[in-house]
């Protein structure tokens, strides 16, 4: 069973809603990833927090907006999205420092579904 | 060329048989590899980080050759539950916290 809990499992919004998805880890890692994964594809990354600083943000467009509020807490703010954003959107989380300590512990996803 | 690559597949195995995926990375600097499994509509999880010696763990072995910037991973014996989707993962050396992932093997291990 995963180690970092992500919430809502599932998650339909119409394009003018705003909705947050959440992610928790009580590993103590100190990195966490937001992904998101197209069927069929392999998971993309979007954004780092290392050490509760985002570290990388992979040209996202502004209407997912990242949070970490601290060490175990990661949340996407969504707002204004589109059909194409459809997608199985995975946190993960990993001990940062680099090497081996990078190792993905992933959640479970939130299949989102915009209308 | 893509930064990791893997041959989609799918492998189409039947029970007991020996298979072998591999991979190729473009960075030389790399330092951090790994297997990922997938099943369908689950998240990736951890099969095995590769050193450079190679590593095994129960039926799965993990290899590594830097000279040829190659990864392969064999599963001997293969089970019906061992069919999934196997993630290649390989760090992105300049750039901390980033891992590249493959597009993924997918595997069908039949009776």
């Known amino acids: 069973d995963t180690e970092v809990t992500q919430t809502p499992k599932h998650l339909v919004m119409g394009m003018t809603n705003k909705k947050s998805l959440k992610c928790e880890q009580h590993?103590?890692?100190?990195?966490m990833y937001w992904y998101k994964q197209k069927a069929k594809k392999p998971p993309e990354l979007m954004f780092v927090?290392?050490?509760?600083?985002?570290?990388i943000n992979e040209s996202v467009p502004s209407r997912f907006s990242p949070e970490c509020p601290n060490s175990s807490l990661l949340n996407l703010h969504l707002h204004a999205l589109q059909p194409e954003d459809s997608a199985l959107y995975l946190c993960?989380?990993?001990?940062?420092?680099?090497?081996?300590?990078?190792?993905?512990?992933f959640g479970s996803g939130t299949q989102l579904s915009v209308l | 060329r893509k930064e990791v690559e893997q041959d989609p597949g799918p492998f189409n195995v039947p029970e007991g048989a020996t298979v072998a995926f591999n991979c190729t990375y473009s960075?030389?600097?790399?330092?951090?590899f790994f297997w990922y499994r997938q099943d369908c509509r689950k998240e990736p999880k951890l099969l095995m980080s590769?050193?450079?010696s190679g590593n095994e763990d129960g039926r799965f072995t993990a290899q590594l050759n830097r000279a040829s910037q190659y990864i392969s991973l064999l599963i001997r014996d293969s089970k019906l539950s061992d069919s999934a989707t196997y993630l290649c993962?390989?760090?992105?050396?300049?750039?901390?916290?980033?891992?590249?992932f493959g597009q993924g093997t997918t595997l069908q291990v039949k009776p």
């Open positions: 590769v050193y450079s």
């Open positions: 993962v390989v760090n992105k050396p300049s750039n901390t916290g980033k891992l590249i």
């Open positions: 927090y290392s050490y509760e600083k985002l570290s």
């Open positions: 960075n030389s600097a790399s330092q951090s």
């Open positions: 590993m103590g890692h100190r990195a």
């Open positions: 993960a989380s990993s001990q940062a420092g680099g090497g081996q300590r990078e190792k993905l512990f």
